[in-house]
């Protein structure tokens, strides 16, 4: 097949369509009008790819692909995968400092060793190791506890980066250094060294792929949850449909965490606001 065009690639209104009504009937993520230009670019790199020379000959090979890969790797192309460690500090600083001691003495006193938490839409995996640094280091010297973290996506090349729990130095840098000198190992990769995550760290992470607007295969109750910067992405009722299942899945006294740009402004909710992007289940 020969090479590419030349010019850029026209999105028509037609075909930004289908491909918006495609994305939400399938994930319910919302591609109003003003993300055409960033579906065009994003997946004019498919289409450059593919030696494809529309948007609807593209869409044609996805949708008769009948094993689901170019669908999911069309979905990869459009989600936004901006994460790093410990992002949103201030998240970490109330686990840290008031949930975590507060959550190990209540469940001390019940004889209840279970920890569960999930971050759902954990990209490259770098919440879920932060989020299971702090577990650990809330825990040293507590005894023995049944910890796990839960790490769900959509992006399926995402979840490949969050397995492999390799970064290079700069993705760390974020980590500090005492640390990062017990839960990352100084390894060499391919072009240069980077850290990888110890076993100790992944011994208590799972990572799994999962539509949020599918069945959730997993079981509660969870003592918190993350979904930061991820509702920015659905409508309203989507929304509301989200957080009341959080809601069931989360034990009483459990947090949900959003990100900084979001809130629970406009939906119906039972969770008791603790401090911006941070709510309670009582």
Partial sequence: MVSLIAKEVVLSEEDFKTISDLVYKHCKINLHTGKKELVRARLAKKLREGNFYSFPEYLKYVLEDKTGKEFSNLIDSLSTNLTSFFREK??????????????????????????????????SGEEVYSIAITLKEALEGQGQW????????????????????????????????????????????????GFEASKALRDIVIFRHLNLMEKWPLKGPLDFIFCRNVMIYF??????????RYWEMLDSGAVLFTGHSESLTGIKHRFKYVQPTIYMKV
Wanted: charged content about 30%; aromatic content about 8%; overall charge positive.
């Fill in 90 to 123: 201030q998240h970490f600083d109330f686990l840290q400092d008031k949930f975590l001691p507060a959550l190990i003495e209540r469940k001390v006193k019940n004889r209840n060793n279970r920890i569960r938490a999930w971050s759902a839409g954990c990209s």
């Fill in 146 to 193: 049944d910890v796990k973290v839960l790490g769900t996506d959509i992006s399926t090349r995402m979840l490949e980066t969050a397995r492999k729990g390799y970064y290079d130095s700069e993705r760390i840098s974020s980590v500090p250094v005492q640390q990062r000198n017990k839960y990352l190992l100084s390894k060499q990769g391919k072009n240069q060294r």
């Fill in 235 to 244: 409508d309203k009722p989507t929304q509301q449909f989200l957080i009341d």
